[in-house]
């Protein structure tokens, strides 16, 4: 699986991005997605995730509320919806894969995850 995110950007504090992961080689139709970031100095964290076959969303307790995770009905492609940002949002943001995941719900640690795109920058201007 080959996973391509984009949709990074600059932006104001307040203003809106979505950011795209398409995937390739196969459909994303088992296991775990999920989008992490990494500001820096920082450790990369959880920002939402979602398993497929589930209609369960997950969110870290600082997008709550303001970012949306979502998939296509082709199984192909995951977003992240982000509203309300905030110059805390600086990141890199990872969109990433565990296509054969076999525990319970979902995981934020990114050890489990096998698939990781490129990253995206997005950047966020008081």
């Known amino acids: 699986v080959q996973l391509q995110a984009s949709g990074g950007g600059l932006v104001q504090a307040g203003e809106s991005l979505r950011l795209s992961c398409a995937a390739s080689?196969?459909?994303?139709?088992?296991?775990?997605m999920a989008w992490f970031r990494q500001a820096p100095g920082k450790e990369r964290e959880f920002v939402a995730g979602?398993?497929?076959?589930?209609?369960?969303?997950y969110y870290a307790d600082s997008v709550q509320g303001r970012f949306t995770i979502s998939r296509d009905n082709a199984k192909t492609t995951v977003y992240l919806q982000m509203n309300r940002l905030k110059p805390e949002d600086t990141a890199v943001y990872y969109c990433a894969a565990n296509t054969d995941y076999g525990g319970t719900l979902y995981s934020k640690e990114d050890y489990e995850y096998h698939y990781w795109g490129q990253g995206t920058q997005v950047t966020v201007s008081s």
């Open positions: 979602l398993r497929w076959g589930s209609i369960i969303l």
């Open positions: 080689g196969r459909t994303l139709s088992s296991g775990i």
